[in-house]
């Protein structure tokens, strides 16, 4: 599958994580938290030490995350995002996307292992949903 399908299909949802978003606004995970918002997405945050961030509540797990969400995208540094990966497929979420930086050899390896349709290497979800995440 070409690259701009594995992105229009994860697009194609209406619940979204993600995981590594920060309070600081300046920070990429923070912008990609605000460009769901602003594309008016429903999005979790996985944070395992803050409570709320940009006004949407976190959830500590990948395991505490609600029923529903159809993909995550990951600003994490490449070991966090090796670690979380088994526990987003055991979820029964199967569409990831890595944002630049969040990707190692590893994380794809693990990601193809677990049959997890990832998204890495490309664009930003801040071009592709073209809203600019600075809401």
């Given at each position: 599958?070409?690259?701009?399908?594995?992105i229009?299909?994860?697009?194609?949802?209406?619940?979204?994580?993600?995981?590594?978003?920060?309070?600081?606004?300046?920070?990429f995970?923070?912008?990609?938290?605000?460009?769901?918002?602003?594309?008016?997405?429903?999005?979790?945050?996985?944070?395992?030490?803050?409570?709320?961030?940009?006004?949407?509540?976190?959830?500590?797990?990948?395991?505490?995350?609600?029923?529903?969400?159809?993909?995550?995208?990951?600003?994490t540094?490449?070991?966090?995002?090796?670690?979380?990966?088994?526990?987003?497929?055991?979820?029964?979420?199967?569409?990831v996307?890595?944002?630049?930086?969040?990707?190692?050899?590893?994380?794809?390896?693990?990601?193809?292992?677990?049959?997890l349709?990832?998204?890495?290497?490309?664009?930003?979800?801040?071009?592709e949903?073209?809203?600019?995440?600075?809401?």
């Open positions: 599958m070409q690259q701009s399908e594995q229009a299909r994860f697009l194609e949802g209406h619940t979204f994580a993600v995981v590594g978003a920060s309070k600081d606004r300046a920070k995970g923070n912008q990609v938290l605000r460009c769901y918002l602003a594309a008016q997405r429903a999005v979790h945050v996985v944070h395992p030490r803050e409570e709320e961030i940009e006004g949407v509540r976190c959830v500590a797990r990948v395991d505490d995350l609600p029923e529903g969400v159809h993909g995550v995208s990951l600003i540094p490449p070991p966090v995002t090796e670690s979380v990966l088994s526990a987003i497929a055991a979820r029964g979420i199967s569409r996307w890595l944002q630049p930086g969040a990707e190692s050899p590893e994380a794809l390896r693990l990601a193809a292992e677990l049959g349709d990832c998204i890495a290497g490309g664009p930003c979800l801040l071009v949903l073209r809203v600019g995440g600075q809401g």
